[in-house]
């Protein structure tokens, strides 16, 4: 698959904020209010507030996110938080199905695979300690840190496999 330096960063850029989309759209559905969404990392370049929420680009373009009211958010049910949490990756995961064999398709695959891994602030370990702390009954670091520290050995065990079989 041949793909040129343009077509990587506008790929990447896009499934970056059409992920963040996804979290967005899914958390005013919940009706949680996002206070801020931003575009890269490192120094601010530009900021503009408009109904109430802060959207900032920054210097690098590595990755995006958005901000909103976590306590609104932990109110709600396990599954309405889960749904804010993976509306990002089920929008990676529609874009790759409808973008087979390209590389916008399989850039959105990795993403959603990525945010999927228990790594410490993605998407599957937020989730994973939501779910701990149901079964749990209440946070407890013990199981938290046991959570992070064996989720992400396991997350780089599988980049490691996933990255030698080729």
């Not at 009706?31 to 801020?36: G, H, K, L, S």
């Not at 599954?79 to 993976?86: D, H, I, K, R």
């Not at 790759?96 to 410490?120: Q, R, V």
Request: a positive charge; hydrophobic letters at 55%; glycine letters at 10%.
């Amino acid at each position: 698959m041949h793909t040129s330096l343009i077509n990587i960063v506008f790929s990447f850029v896009v499934a970056l904020v059409l992920h963040e989309l996804g979290h967005f759209l899914a958390a005013r559905a919940c009706q949680i209010a996002v206070t801020e969404a931003g575009f890269g990392w490192g120094p601010q370049l530009y900021r503009v507030r408009v109904r109430n929420i802060d959207y900032h680009l920054r210097l690098l373009p590595l990755g995006a996110y958005i901000r909103m009211d976590m306590t609104g958010l932990q109110r709600r049910a396990l599954p309405q938080q889960l749904f804010v949490l993976f509306a990002g990756v089920a929008v990676n995961l529609m874009l790759a199905a409808l973008a087979p064999g390209t590389f916008f398709g399989s850039i959105n695959l990795a993403l959603a695979i990525g945010n999927l891994l228990p790594l410490y602030q993605q998407d599957g370990w937020k989730g994973g300690m939501l779910i701990c702390r149901r079964v749990f009954g209440r946070p407890s670091q013990l199981v938290e840190w046991s959570f992070t520290i064996c989720g992400g050995l396991m997350s780089l065990a599988f980049l490691a496999l996933g990255l030698f079989s080729f």
